[in-house]
């Protein structure tokens, strides 16, 4: 069950570098399954700072560089559409999944349990992801990071 960890394009403990300036340690992931994984959230800390990344590990594979998470009550079930920051976003995805940490990991955001999990989709790169349990619900924007976006130095 394990092996998708291997198709991840990052580990626990990575550095990653965006555009050469934005800087974060991959230090804990949760994962959100069904029969089988489908994505993986990481924290990384930045500068005083949590940030994360999403990586959905089916296809379409994307990964997401998400600025800081933003916690608030709502409601369980995920709006068809979100406006954050002035930005539009349109879901693509509602997955009811189980969420946890991945093996050697701290819990993540405190994210954990039967969770629903929504994608949304912005103006060309931009994304949202929103993860509600009750009347929990997290939510982290930020851009797709393509191909020479982003510099990785191995961890452990």
């Not at 990586?55 to 709502?74: D, I, N, T």
């Not at 369980?76 to 979100?82: D, K, N, T, V, Y």
């Not at 940490?101 to 701290?106: V, Y």
Request: net charge negative.
């Amino acid at each position: 069950m394990n092996d998708y960890l291997e198709r991840l394009p990052f580990r626990l403990g990575d550095v990653l570098v965006r555009d050469g300036a934005e800087e974060a340690w991959l230090a804990g992931a949760t994962v959100f399954e069904e029969d089988a994984p489908v994505a993986v959230l990481f924290r990384a800390p930045a500068s005083g700072r949590d940030c994360a990344v999403y990586v959905r590990v089916v296809a379409p594979f994307e990964s997401v560089w998400l600025g800081p998470c933003k916690k608030e009550r709502g409601i369980f079930e995920p709006p068809s559409s979100l406006e954050e920051t002035g930005v539009l976003y349109r879901r693509t995805r509602r997955l009811p999944l189980h969420a946890s940490p991945i093996k050697g990991s701290e819990l993540v955001f405190d994210i954990d349990g039967t969770v629903l999990l929504a994608e949304y989709r912005g103006p060309v790169v931009e994304r949202l992801v929103r993860i509600s349990r009750g009347d929990d619900v997290w939510l982290f924007e930020g851009q797709v990071m393509g191909p020479g976006s982003y510099d990785r130095f191995p961890g452990r």
